[in-house]
């Protein structure tokens, strides 16, 4: 069965150091999402991709953190400095979506940050 | 802005007995609910979805309901096992940001 693939699953960093997160959606899958994870509540959307192009980055805090999806395949999502409040779960899903409308997203397992 | 209310936080209930997780939901345009199943230290998994066309969908001891009119759906989990132990969230689309948003979340305690 086709799964989201993200590395690593945990990560340890100093504040102020650079982190980035790697995402590879399920095979033919047109939009890509990253997600937040703080402990004890619900994912929150960071960036929503459509192949290559960024549809919606309202939540994604653009001081420190940046995401690409160069080839509208796989996507980095890095931070830099990170801080002590970045510390998290990094969720990355994707969805077949060819327009954009609503479809099942399938998560991946996550990257564990912290931020020391 | 748009939300997702889910309650209760925490449930314990009897190896064998029902337990039922309630959202709802504020956009009246929603028209998507799934629900996700979350283990410790794993992502999310899809157990059930349901769109706006139905009000209810059964798999196995899953099912949910979607009441519409008062903007609220639940999941129910019958005969329910240790291996149901989990956080459950529940999520609604808000189309016209193609986008779903997350409740805070349930975690079901199943009670040997």
């Known amino acids: 069965e086709a799964e989201v693939a993200q590395s690593p699953r945990y990560k340890i960093t100093e504040k102020s150091q650079a982190v980035a997160f790697w995402c590879d959606p399920i095979?033919?899958?047109?939009?890509l999402y990253w997600y937040r994870q703080i402990l004890g509540q619900g994912p929150e959307l960071l960036v929503q991709?459509?192949?290559?192009?960024?549809?919606?980055d309202s939540q994604l805090p653009k001081d420190r953190f940046s995401a690409e999806r160069l080839k509208g395949v796989d996507s980095t999502l890095k931070i830099q400095p990170a801080e002590l409040g970045d510390s998290a779960m990094y969720l990355c899903?994707?969805?077949?979506?060819?327009?954009?409308?609503?479809?099942?997203?399938?998560f991946g397992p996550g990257t564990r940050l912290l931020v020391l | 802005g748009e939300n997702v209310e889910q309650h209760p936080s925490t449930l314990s209930v009897q190896e064998g007995d029902s337990a039922v997780i309630k959202c709802t939901y504020s956009?009246?345009?929603?028209?998507?609910f799934p629900w996700y199943k979350q283990e410790l230290g794993k992502g999310p998994q899809l157990i059930i979805d349901?769109?706006?066309?139905?009000g209810e969908k059964k798999d196995q001891r899953i099912a949910v309901t979607l009441n519409k009119t008062a903007k609220h759906f639940s999941l129910h989990i019958t005969e329910t096992q240790p291996e149901d132990s989990a956080v459950y969230f529940c999520?609604?689309?808000?189309?016209?940001?193609?986008?779903?948003?997350f409740g805070k979340g349930t975690r079901l305690h199943i009670l040997p």
């Open positions: 999520a609604a689309s808000i189309p016209r940001d193609d986008k779903i948003i």
């Open positions: 095979s033919g899958h047109a939009t």
């Open positions: 991709f459509q192949d290559e192009s960024v549809v919606d």
């Open positions: 349901i769109r706006s066309n139905v």
């Open positions: 899903a994707s969805s077949f979506s060819p327009s954009g409308h609503q479809e099942t997203q399938y």
């Open positions: 956009d009246s345009a929603s028209n998507y």
